[in-house]
């Protein structure tokens, strides 16, 4: 498993503080391919993804990575995945979607 982010362990730790039950971190979901999800609620088919180095043309929003991370969510969609993508300043959104979800 590849060490988280600071971004990852700040998710967690406020998904901590708002008392919701903790995501699987590096959740494979599909049977073929070796992609994982940064979190997962596997039993509900959601998803979180932290999307970093948004301004800094980082992996994400370059080319290739862009492209690659189209065929990974269009994937997971196929497969009936919920996929919540946030980048660090939408942070407090992402516990309020979570909330959401898993009360729905």
Request: aromatic share 12%; proline share 6%; charged share 30%.
């Amino acid at each position: 498993m590849r060490k988280q982010s600071g971004f990852e362990k700040e998710l967690l730790f406020r998904i901590k503080a708002a008392r919701l039950p903790m995501p699987e971190p590096e959740y494979r979901f599909h049977p073929e391919r070796k992609w994982r999800f940064d979190f997962a609620y596997p039993e509900r088919k959601i998803a979180i993804e932290c999307e970093g180095a948004v301004w800094t043309r980082g992996r994400h929003t370059r080319g290739s990575g862009f492209i690659a991370d189209c065929q990974k969510y269009n994937s997971a969609a196929l497969l009936g995945w919920i996929v919540l993508r946030y980048p660090r300043c939408m942070i407090r959104e992402a516990i309020s979607d979570i909330q959401v979800l898993l009360k729905g």
